[in-house]
């Protein structure tokens, strides 16, 4: 017993003790975050081409990219296997559409699209492969396309539900 208090004693006098010594260590980082708040404040402006500021003005010439649906549910997916859907899109701007690359949320699922430039009312093409393989239930893939347009990233997506090897589809009565 005598040692229990011994014992909490203790830690009460050393947690009193890193109390001032945490009481100093914070004006280091105050100072830090003081020096980052007034750089910040002499230099306002952060350039970043991919987000238009409030005084500059969109593009009107830009290419848009406008896809005629922006999600597609597959429904129910068997196992093992591959689906294919392929997104549609018309560049509804006035100038060539040309996409960088598209990135997926997911190794499982494939995205390809046509690599000459879309030129003004022209359509294109996004098709995306998933596959089910070691996968089960329900499931939803982002694909953000990156492309010369304002905003540069377009978010399309896939959905579906995995079913577990050997079940069926059910089927209403």
């Not at 105050?30 to 409030?54: F, I, L, Q």
Request: charged share 20%.
């Amino acid at each position: 017993m005598k040692y229990q208090i011994l014992l909490a004693a203790a830690l009460l006098f050393s947690a009193c003790n890193r109390d001032k010594s945490g009481e100093v260590g914070t004006e280091g980082m105050n100072a830090a975050a003081t020096d980052a708040a007034s750089d910040a404040t002499a230099n306002p402006t952060v350039d970043n081409p991919n987000v238009v500021s409030e005084d500059e003005a969109p593009n009107p010439n830009a290419p848009v990219m406008k896809f005629t649906e922006s999600e597609f549910d597959f429904g129910d997916i068997k196992a093992d296997s591959k689906v294919r859907h392929t997104f549609t899109f018309t560049n509804t701007g006035k100038s060539p559409l040309l996409i960088q690359d598209a990135i997926v949320s997911c190794g499982c699922t494939t995205p390809s699209w046509t690599k000459a430039p879309v030129l003004p009312g022209a359509q294109g093409t996004m098709e995306v492969q998933f596959d089910s393989r070691g996968k089960q239930g329900i499931i939803s893939k982002q694909i953000a396309v990156r492309a010369n347009t304002q905003p540069n990233i377009t978010t399309i997506l896939i959905k579906g539900n995995v079913l577990t090897v050997g079940a069926a589809a059910s089927s209403p009565l």
